[in-house]
């Protein structure tokens, strides 16, 4: 006869998990939290609890809520991982670009235009002193 018994993940464990189920490493990851280095993260992930502050940071640098890092299990992590391939737009929008990056191009190109402009007055107004 065989029992099956279903081991609860640590929330180190969960937060390992949900992170190799969006498919993201750990120096990627700790960048996104800030302030951590990869050795950091990896401590987390071994960790069997973590505080409340640091769960929320990495939920949010994951996309995720921290609701689903607290109830993370296999299950939900494999239909995470089917609706990941079906609805791959939704969880674009977690990395989607909030600005126009030709508009922030603009913008710099006339911030270096203007400022070319004022060294080129003040370059004309030493060369009229030197000549005067």
Known sequence: METSTKKTLSKGQKIERARRVIGITQKELASRIGGISKQALAQWEKSEAINDTKLEQVAF?????KEFIDKCNDESLLFHIEHLRENASTYAFYFHCTFNPLDKVVELYERLLQVEKEKNEYLMSKLQELQQ
Do not use: E, P, R
């Open 61 to 65: 640098a994951l996309g995720v809520t």
